[in-house]
Nanobody, 120 residues
Framework: VQLQASGGGLVQSGGSLRLSCVASGNSFIINIMGWYRQAPGNQRELVATTSTGANTVYEDSVKGRFTISRDNAKNTVHLQMNSLKPEDTAVYYC???????????????WGQGTLVTVSS
């Protein structure tokens, strides 16, 4: 399974960006998709995730500003980021918890990361 993320960039404080990630490969089932981020000097942290049943989890600092959505038919997840702050600056990684249909085991996959820079 491969995850291809897009949509990062430079934006001013208060602006918006939309990240997208598509999963591709052969014969798999996705459980959870979402986004993590890692700022310089910090550990990677959860931003938002969504399950197949549309249960969502958000990191506290992004609640009310970020919205995660998913298109199960297209194996795609989006992250709409509004009211961006300089502290949102980080590399954002797409994440998927995936089960190849030939096995009962779920595996974690990561995209290549996309840089989001918010200027003050």
């Amino acid at each position: 399974v491969q995850l291809q993320a897009s949509g990062g960039g430079l934006v001013q404080s208060g602006g918006s960006l939309r990240l997208s990630c598509v999963a591709s490969g052969n014969s798999f089932i996705i459980n959870i998709m979402g986004w993590y981020r890692q700022a310089p000097g910090n550990q990677r942290e959860l931003v938002a995730t969504t399950s197949t049943g549309a249960n969502t989890v958000y990191e506290d600092s992004v609640k009310g500003r970020f919205t995660i959505s998913r298109d199960n038919a297209k194996n795609t997840v989006h992250l709409q980021m509004n009211s961006l702050k300089p502290e949102d600056t980080a590399v954002y990684y797409c994440y998927a918890n995936v089960r190849p249909t030939a096995t009962p085991i779920f595996y974690n996959y990561w995209g290549q990361g996309t840089l989001v820079t918010v200027s003050s």
